[in-house]
């Protein structure tokens, strides 16, 4: 099953900065949670996202599970040593203490997969996985398919989804029943004079119009 993970402000730690730590520290920088990476040698890319993105980087060799006990409330342990036995410990440390845990040499057994994703615009993210059984395969098909994808999205669906978070937020003010709420936020997708607008990048107005609506709704609540 594949899941959207939150992980806002969040404690995520990763164990091993060298270049699979680096590589799944990139899946997490951009996003609202707290990264940490401990580990003695460390790859320039861990450094530079340091620099850049504000992670908490712990230089120092790591033999055991006993460092683990200095840290709290954390959210999801990566284990990316070249040390097969410790990520193996590090993982079985999490999982017996209710963290969710992650290993580059067992992904399968892991509680987590990180999956290749195709971005658009930064509001369309599609995810391909093979559960971890090849990561090399998830990357071979994402190649075949991202070009198509990409040229299925068009600037109004980007536009639409722009248009309905801000919608959302405002109609769970005025609009309680979710079914009706729904049936708001269709209307406006099929609404031909908001979609005019929006082909024309008349967002604002859009925006405007959504207001003013729900806006009436409340009034005539309130008569």
Known sequence: MIVDLNIDNRNVLVVGAGIEGAKKVKSFVNYNCNITVIGEKVNQDIFDYEKTHGLHLIQKKIDNTDFLNDFENLFLIIATTNDKRLNKQITDWAKNAGILAYSTDDPEK???????????????????????????????????????????????????????????????KCIENPQERKQFLYKLINNPELQDLLSKGNIDKVKERIINTLDKLEDNKGR
């Open 110 to 172: 892991s509680d987590i997969a990180f999956m290749s994703i195709i971005t658009i615009e930064g509001s369309i993210q599609i995810a391909i996985s093979t559960s971890g059984k090849s990561p090399i395969m998830t990357k071979i098909i994402r190649g075949k398919i991202e070009d198509s994808i990409k040229n299925t999205i068009w600037k109004s669906d980007i536009d639409n989804i722009k248009i309905q978070e801000f919608a959302r937020k405002y109609a769970r």
